[in-house]
């Protein structure tokens, strides 16, 4: 092998250590985004339970006051 052979050698393997170094920045940034996602998920889960019992509550308040409405119109 010679000299030129040698140097493009190495200049190749200094070109993979960087996009090695690269991809696992990368790598490290989408787990970070995971990570986040996850949470976010979590949380906008427990907005829509929140969301749905107090939905569930409003609708059964609704229901029990037209029904008491009924029951005054009905004795009138």
């Known amino acids: 092998m010679d000299v ?3 140097a493009q050698m190495k200049r190749q393997v ?3 250590t960087q ?4 991809q696992e920045i990368e790598y ?3 787990e970070l ?5 996850k949470k976010k998920v979590e949380d906008l889960k427990k907005k829509v ?4 019992h107090m939905l ?4 059964r308040e609704v229901a029990r006051v037209v029904e008491e409405d ?3 119109a009905a004795h009138r």
């Open 19 to 22: 996009e090695v170094k690269h």
């Open 49 to 52: 339970v929140e969301g749905k």
């Open 14 to 16: 200094a070109w993979h």
């Open 56 to 59: 569930e509550m409003r609708e």
């Open 33 to 37: 985004a995971l990570e986040a996602a």
């Open 4 to 6: 030129m052979q040698l």
């Open 28 to 30: 490290h940034t989408a």
């Open 70 to 72: 009924r029951r005054k």
